[in-house]
């Protein structure tokens, strides 16, 4: 029996992803590059998405820079 269309990669962009994808190309570069910086707290990116009209929550975040939501999961 052939099973592979239970195995079918049905995900969407992770909740962060989505929430950031209008953002500016400077703006993206320098949230990745904030995400990259482990000195940088959750709290303080997403304060400053905040001030972009963009609300994310800090354990979406916390999720995302982790590499645990579906963005970081390689299929």
Known sequence: ????????????????????????????????????????SVSSISNWLQKRNVKVSCPTIRRHRKKECDCGKDA
């Open 1 to 40: 029996m052939d099973l592979s269309e239970f195995y079918e990669d049905k995900r969407r962009p992770c909740l962060f992803s989505r929430a950031t994808k209008d953002l500016i190309k400077e703006d993206i570069e320098k949230l990745e590059a904030a995400l990259a910086e482990l000195e940088i």
